[in-house]
């Protein structure tokens, strides 16, 4: 049984450039969670999906960024314009329909723009 | 709202001793309480978490976390620490056990003394 399964694990764009995170939930979980960890600090939440529909996304910012995850294939985390304070590591957690007391995260995408 | 707070972002302890990671939560609700382990370069893992059912609450690799409610703390112990123990760990907030966001701390970097 695969866990949540997160590619690519490193990312390298230059700035303006665009990014594609790429999540794919454990099998049988249909709640997935984008987090982001910047150096030093902890991970800071920032969209919560069920299939076609966002659940919560207060903590993305309001440009740039944008996640969906479709009825078919993984959740994607967009990100627009990178500019060099995006660069964190991102991280994916799926969770089951009836909910869970503890998320399954996936080891996440290094995501470094030059 | 709900928070917490580690105190101590680095900890060092000699192999053999006690690891003690504190934990100090804010919430207007019953909390959900977590612990979670990162190691270098890799995804988080549960290590334990607190859902009103018992307040010391054991988890995996020797450690275990007291919920006191009078002193809105969910410390982290284990009675003698291993080298392989050295890692960032993050202490986390929920509602409820359904599917809703978590909030985590700042983390503590745990260091092991030969």
């Known amino acids: 049984n695969a866990g949540v399964m997160q590619n690519p694990r490193h990312l390298v764009r230059r700035r303006g450039q665009e990014a594609r995170l790429r999540c794919s939930p454990m099998k049988g979980h249909s709640h997935v969670y984008w987090y982001r960890q910047l150096p030093e600090e902890g991970l800071k939440f920032m969209v919560y999906l069920q299939k076609e529909n966002i659940i919560d996304e207060s903590g993305m910012p309001k440009e740039r960024f944008s996640a969906e995850f479709p009825k078919e294939g993984p959740s994607i985390l967009r990100i627009q314009q990178v500019v060099r304070g995006d660069s964190a590591a991102y991280f994916c957690?799926?969770?089951?329909?009836?909910?869970?007391?503890?998320?399954?995260f996936g080891s996440g995408t290094r995501l470094t723009v030059v | 709202a709900q928070s917490v707070t580690q105190l101590g972002s680095h900890v060092s302890v000699s192999e053999g001793a006690l690891v003690l990671l504190r934990c100090n939560y804010s919430s207007s609700v019953p909390p959900y309480l977590f612990w979670y382990v990162q190691y270098p370069n890799q995804g988080l893992q549960l290590l334990l978490k607190y859902t009103s059912a018992a307040t010391l609450v054991k988890g995996i690799n020797g450690f275990e976390a007291e919920f006191k409610k009078s002193e809105t703390s969910f410390h982290l112990t284990k009675p003698s620490a291993h080298m392989s123990d050295a890692a960032e760990y993050f202490c986390a907030v929920r509602r409820g056990f359904g599917n809703e966001k978590l909030t985590f701390g700042t983390g503590t970097r745990l260091t092991i003394i030969p």
């Open positions: 957690a799926s969770s089951p329909p009836e909910g869970n007391y503890g998320y399954t």
